[in-house]
């Protein structure tokens, strides 16, 4: 279950990941969704922390990185490899101008905290 474009880039590299090296702090998701702590009211609090030990649990974390070489891009809004170009906004291609290698990483944790996160936003 990887993501089909690094299919067409080539030396792609997969990696095993260990979910007890996954630290989630219950500030950041917060801050995702545009709260600060304590703005919010127990029972959100509540869920998110039950969401961060229950994802955790039932994840199945994968990933996958590649190196590629970069080409020059046809607009100033993307970026470029042999096989592939990605419209990323003026902001990455403009950091990116002068590099000769891209480095690109994938992370799915699989379909379980999607799920969880479906059923705790029902409650």
């Known amino acids: 279950m990887y993501i089909h474009f690094m299919k067409g880039l080539s030396q792609t590299e997969y990696i095993s990941l260990d979910k007890d090296?996954?630290?989630v702090d219950p500030e950041d998701i917060l801050k995702l969704l545009g709260e600060q702590a304590g703005a919010v009211?127990?029972?959100t609090n509540q869920l998110i922390?039950?969401?961060i030990s229950e994802s955790i649990r039932i994840s199945f974390p994968k990933g996958a990185y590649v190196l590629t070489d970069s080409i020059e891009a046809g607009s100033l809004a993307e970026i470029a490899t042999p096989n592939l170009v990605f419209n990323s906004g003026k902001i990455i291609p403009e950091?990116?101008?002068h590099?000769?290698?891209y480095a690109f990483f994938?992370?799915?944790l699989g379909r379980g905290p999607e799920e969880l996160a479906r059923s705790l936003m029902a409650e």
Do not use: F, N, P
Request: charged share 30%; net charge negative.
């Open 21 to 23: 090296q996954i630290l």
């Open 41 to 43: 009211d127990a029972h």
């Open 49 to 51: 922390e039950r969401y």
């Open 95 to 97: 950091m990116l101008k």
């Open 99 to 101: 590099s000769e290698t």
């Open 106 to 108: 994938m992370l799915t």
